[in-house]
């Protein structure tokens, strides 16, 4: 199965910084890489797929970029509706596998 | 507007087994694949199985492989997981996603709200 690793597992900051979180795969992924965002007691929510497309309706402050094996999300100007955790999630094998998170707080 | 609303979850004892529902609307069910993810409260998310639009294609975490069983029924725009010989670590909150793309499963794009299985005697 493929490994998925994420850091910072934790991440403060305020808001208009420039955030970055990092994913690693165990092995090569390609493109086959999304990001997910998730706030408390609510479902995930699709911010992109095939590592840098943008999914229609999120904001253009978030970004992808990566392959291979690494992968980063940035968000250019954290607003205060980014406070959330972040998941990535391979899809180029069975079982698809998710990151452990990344939880971007308030500094 | 595409809903997803799962049912079927509850308490139940360990060994014994449940089986989750997924009822689908607001696109065309029988073009995409399909997902379950489930996770535990506080901790992260753990893809479970998927299926694809026609059934032929199935997968599933290493955790449930032999005890769980995806299937979907498209004439009633449903998605199910039958689970067996259930265990205290399978306690989460299921989600039933759907494939972005059509075909086989890849990533979701889509989520239900969830339901609650927790195994414990």
């Known amino acids: 199965d493929i490994q998925m690793t994420q850091s910072p597992s934790t991440l403060s900051a305020s808001v208009g910084d420039r955030v970055t979180i990092t994913c690693r795969a165990s092995?090569?992924?390609?493109?086959?890489l999304a990001w997910y965002q998730q706030k408390p007691g609510k479902a995930p929510n699709l911010l992109i797929y095939?590592?840098?497309n943008l999914e229609t309706g999120v904001p253009s402050r978030f970004s992808g970029s990566g392959s291979e094996t690494e992968f980063t999300l940035s968000i250019s100007s954290l607003q205060p509706d980014d406070f959330a955790t972040y998941y990535c999630?391979?899809?180029?094998?069975?079982?698809?596998?998710f990151g452990p998170g990344t939880k971007v707080e308030i500094k | 507007e595409v809903q997803l609303v799962e049912s079927g979850g509850g308490l139940v004892q360990p060994g014994r087994s449940l089986r989750l529902s997924c009822a689908a609307s607001?696109?065309?069910?029988?073009?995409?694949?399909m997902h379950w993810v489930r996770q535990v409260p506080g901790k992260g998310l753990e893809w479970v199985s998927g299926?694809?639009?026609?059934?032929?294609?199935?997968g599933y975490a290493d955790s449930v492989k032999g005890r769980f069983s995806i299937s979907r029924d498209n004439a009633k725009n449903s998605l199910y997981l039958q689970m067996n010989s259930l265990r205290p670590e399978d306690t989460a909150l299921y989600y039933c996603?759907?494939?972005?793309?059509?075909?086989?499963?890849?990533?979701?794009?889509?989520w239900g709200k969830g339901t609650t299985v927790t195994v414990s005697s």
């Open positions: 607001g696109f065309t069910f029988d073009d995409y694949a």
């Open positions: 999630l391979q899809y180029k094998q069975s079982p698809r596998t």
């Open positions: 299926i694809s639009w026609n059934s032929d294609n199935k």
């Open positions: 095939d590592v840098s």
């Open positions: 996603a759907k494939d972005r793309v059509g075909g086989t499963y890849y990533h979701m794009d889509v």
């Open positions: 092995q090569s992924i390609s493109y086959w």
